[in-house]
């Protein structure tokens, strides 16, 4: 494994609050998901400003890191510097956070982990429904056999794979807890139930005759059980024979209560989970569908999303496949994708067509972040746009009934986890609402570019006087210069945003740096773009992540397209405000048609007032 993000590790463990203060951790496709034992404790502006951190978010009762596509490479680091510290006292903080967000971090905490099996499972099964499909496999051949033991044995032992995840986050033995579910999905109980004749313990106690693999709430309820049971008898059995019989024991008791009350009631609540499932599919699927694409991208914003995961899970588990997560979420991810590669195409700036072009088709394969949190949310109608493309093609697929067979990824390669059954209408019904998400998302996202896209590389009343341009850029703040590979956000240190430099501000004041014209002013007034006469286009951006403050601690004195000269107020801010709440005030300027010239020379100065010489560009 990889080191180079050791640094970046302990930096996440230190500003979390430290080993004592993570009660568990795991990763999806992006984020590190952490349960604190006090939020309060972690540092979450000094985590987003880590290099290598995209985001942080509060939600469902996880602190969620988001990183990226190498999510699985940093939590290998991070990991090394956790102790594994069963002694942790969470009672405080649960009594202190909300019921939903106590519900969402537990369903969470135990799906989570065994979405790489699931997408592992699906895929294989989606393997075999192609093989069958082109008749390359034979459904009577030992090949198919097989392959579909391996793609059915994550489902089939399904209650071993929660039970253990369970019992890690009750903190209880996970392998005890796994005993408990191996009981329930043993070959003999197996056989007894298909007999179909009563079994009782002792003549006294009825067991009810329930098949329990692949089911989910069985389990989760017994080893809820379980957990407590478990200290109890730690705690009252000495330690010289615990060892041997407070498993024992435990074995005993759960394995009862397991077959003979707590399975069958997890079971009847499955059914009733499958009779919803059902009404809620021949009835007004393509409302749940519909809606359900449409807010999905909002959650995922929030980090909300993975509460919700489960219900395909379970869905799948009930009645062998999900006709309300997959589909829906599917749409909704393509849709994002689709938005932004469309909103990185058609913008003129060359850095938002490299984030576009590549969020954009990590989207389209199912992983929205990148595309969200570089593209969409920042510019608002992408967001939108493909909001409203995931709830038209959302809206096709409930109305027709679509539904998966499998379970794992969420983008356009899941097209083949719609094969099965005995046609491939699923199969073709989840390609049409593709198509439609697709063709709605690109549509509404060229047609709102036209009204709210930034037209800063248009011909916008410059007019260039001489075929040879020499322009000077004079300082439009006071302080200390910083040269732009030391700013700390990698879009302006990387230089990918455009040539320049950067000041660390001793005032709360931003003036013209030129006469010229204000082509962009962000709504949060944090940032301006101006272009010159000759045509020299400059982004002035006022501290670092200070978009999350929406407008707070600044105020615009221009509007965008007033004409203003060199050394007017264009923006003022509060500094000490800015300090005072830990945001990193450097100011970056940079020019972002810095491409158009063939030299871009910073004035060498250690500090500046307004209207000292600053950057000189020649064509």
Not at 310 to 338: K, R, S
Not at 394 to 404: D, F, M
């Amino acid at each position: 494994m990889s080191k180079k993000y050791n640094a970046l590790a302990q930096e996440i463990v230190k500003l979390v609050g430290g080993n004592e203060n993570i009660d568990s951790l795991h990763h999806c496709q992006t984020r590190l998901r952490f349960r604190l034992v006090n939020d309060s404790k972690a540092n979450k502006e000094a985590i987003e400003k880590l290099e290598g951190v995209s985001k942080v978010l509060l939600n469902g009762g996880m602190f969620q890191i988001v990183i990226g596509m190498h999510v699985a490479e940093v939590y290998e680091e991070v990991i090394k510097y956790i102790d594994n510290n069963d002694t942790v006292n969470t009672v405080t903080t649960v009594n202190k956070r909300k019921v939903l967000d106590i519900v969402a971090d537990f369903i969470s905490g135990i799906f989570s982990p065994i979405v790489p099996a699931l997408a592992g499972a699906g895929m294989i099964k989606a393997l075999l429904a192609l093989l069958i499909a082109f008749n390359l496999v034979d459904k009577a051949s030992q090949t198919y056999i097989i392959i579909n033991m391996i793609g059915d044995a994550t489902f089939a032992f399904m209650p071993m794979l929660l039970a253990y995840t369970t019992a890690q986050k009750l903190k209880c033995n996970p392998i005890l807890a796994v005993v408990t579910a191996g009981v329930m999905c043993h070959a003999t109980w197996s056989g007894l139930v298909a007999a179909k004749e009563a079994v009782t313990i002792f003549g006294l106690i009825p067991l009810y005759l329930v098949k329990y693999t692949g089911s989910c709430i069985p389990i989760v309820l017994v080893i809820l059980v379980q957990a407590p049971v478990e200290k109890f008898l730690n705690k009252i059995i000495p330690n010289s024979i615990r060892l041997v019989f407070a498993p024992m024991i435990l074995f005993l008791v759960m394995s009862i209560l397991a077959l003979s009350i707590i399975g069958p009631l997890g079971d009847y609540v499955g059914t009733v989970f499958t009779f919803i499932f059902t009404w809620l599919s021949e009835n007004v699927g393509w409302l749940e569908a519909m809606l359900l694409a449409g807010v999905y991208p909002l959650l995922v914003i929030f980090g909300l999303h993975h509460g919700l995961a489960p219900l395909g899970t379970m869905q799948m588990a009930q009645m062998g496949y999900d006709a309300i997560f997959g589909p829906a979420v599917v749409c909704a991810n393509v849709a994002q994708g689709t938005a932004a590669l469309v909103a990185g195409i058609l913008s003129k700036d060359n850095s938002v067509r490299q984030i576009g072009t590549s969020a954009g088709v990590t989207g389209l394969m199912g992983v929205t972040e990148p595309a969200l949190y570089g593209i969409n949310v920042p510019k608002k109608y992408p967001l939108i746009a493909g909001l409203i493309g995931s709830a038209c093609g959302g809206l096709y697929a409930g109305l027709t009934h679509t539904h998966r067979f499998a379970t794992g990824s969420s983008g356009l390669p899941a097209v083949v986890m719609y094969i099965g059954g005995d046609s491939m209408g699923n199969f073709y019904n989840i390609l049409i609402a593709l198509i439609i998400t697709i063709v709605v998302a690109a549509i509404c996202t060229f047609v709102l570019a036209k009204k709210y896209e930034k037209k800063s590389h248009s011909p916008i009343d410059v007019t260039v006087n001489d075929s040879r341009v020499n322009k000077q850029i004079v300082t439009p703040a006071v302080g200390n210069i910083i040269p732009l590979n030391e700013v700390k956000d990698e879009a302006f240190s990387s230089g990918a945003l455009g040539k320049g430099i950067a000041i660390e501000p001793l005032e709360g004041t931003v003036v013209a740096p030129f006469d010229g014209k204000v082509v962009s002013l962000f709504p949060t007034k944090h940032a301006i773009g101006i272009i010159s006469e000759e045509g020299v286009e400059v982004l002035i951006h006022v501290g670092l992540n200070t978009v999350e403050l929406n407008g707070k601690y600044f105020e615009a004195h221009v509007k965008q397209g007033d004409e203003v000269k060199a050394g007017q107020i264009l923006i003022t801010f509060d500094l000490e405000q800015l300090k005072k709440e830990n945001f990193c005030t450097q100011i970056p300027i940079v020019i972002t048609n810095s491409n158009d010239y063939h030299l871009v020379k910073v004035i060498n100065s250690k500090s500046v007032s307004l209207n000292d010489p600053l950057l000189f560009v020649e064509a």
